[in-house]
T-cell receptor, first 115, second 115 residues
Framework: DAGVIQSPRHEVTEMGQEVTLRCKPISGHDYLFWYRQTMMRGLELLIYFNNNVPIDDSGMPEDRFSAKMPNASFSTLKIQPSEPRDSAVYFC?????????????FGSGTQLSVL | AQSVTQLGSHVSVSEGALVLLRCNYSSSVPPYLFWYVQYPNQGLQLLLKYTSAATLVKGINGFEAEFKKSETSFHLTKPSAHMSDAAEYFCAVTGGGGSQGNLIFGKGTKLSVKP
């Protein structure tokens, strides 16, 4: 299996622009998570899905952020409009079953820079 | 609420020296605890986990961690550092709520290994 695949690896955009981050989870995994990593706040859970349904989005910073999972093999995290403080590394992760934390697999992340 | 504190954002050791990365947790329920490693430009990888079985947990690459309830600690150690151990290490605790993805991460400790 290729693992969790994220695209793009790097994104540089200007303030006010829309940004879309993409994730393909490992086939057969029921759970998909979006994390954000910054120097100040460390690694934060933004939202997670179970069987394509959003379960907990309490970590989403504000209405500018939205996430979707239209099918089991694809998810997007969208920021509109983007702001410089959104600059961070965004990780997607997937896992097959709840209760098995050791089976959480991370993608390589998207480095977002908002100028 | 669960939380973890990693003491020291940067640790530097010489090759062959003992590695000790500190993690203290706070949890109102018996915790599951984890150490993850992040190499440059990569996602997090599970190093080891504690899930209420043996208090001394052995992980990959010669790392181990000991769960000490009395000290609410889960420090990561390795007897002899290798250059390839240079990375960032994250301690994490399950946040509850029925999903292992709701991991609460520490802010990370960057390990440097000097030749």
């Amino acid at each position: 299996d290729a693992g969790v695949i994220q695209s793009p690896r790097h994104e540089v955009t200007e303030m006010g622009q829309e940004v879309t981050l993409r994730c393909k989870p490992i086939s057969g995994h029921d759970y998909l998570f979006w994390y954000r990593q910054t120097m100040m706040r460390g690694l934060e859970l933004l939202i997670y899905f179970n069987n394509n349904v959003p379960i907990d989005d309490s970590g989403m910073p504000e209405d500018r952020f939205s996430a979707k999972m239209p099918n089991a093999s694809f998810s997007t995290l969208k920021i509109q409009p983007s702001e410089p403080r959104d600059s961070a590394v965004y990780f997607c992760a997937s896992s097959p079953l709840t209760g098995e934390p050791e089976k959480l697999f991370f993608g390589s992340g998207t480095q977002l820079s908002v100028l | 609420a669960q939380s973890v504190t990693q003491l020291g954002s940067h640790v530097s050791v010489s090759e062959g020296a003992l590695v000790l990365l500190r993690c203290n947790y706070s949890s109102s329920v018996p915790p599951y605890l984890f150490w993850y490693v992040q190499y440059p430009n990569q996602g997090l990888q599970l190093l080891l986990k504690y899930t209420s079985a043996a208090t001394l947990v052995k992980g990959i690459n010669g790392f181990e961690a000991e769960f000490k309830k009395s000290e609410t600690s889960f420090h990561l150690t390795k007897p002899s550092a290798h250059m390839s151990d240079a990375a960032e290490y994250f301690c994490a605790v399950t946040g509850g709520g029925g999903s292992q993805g709701n991991l609460i991460f520490g802010k990370g400790t960057k390990l440097s290994v000097k030749p």
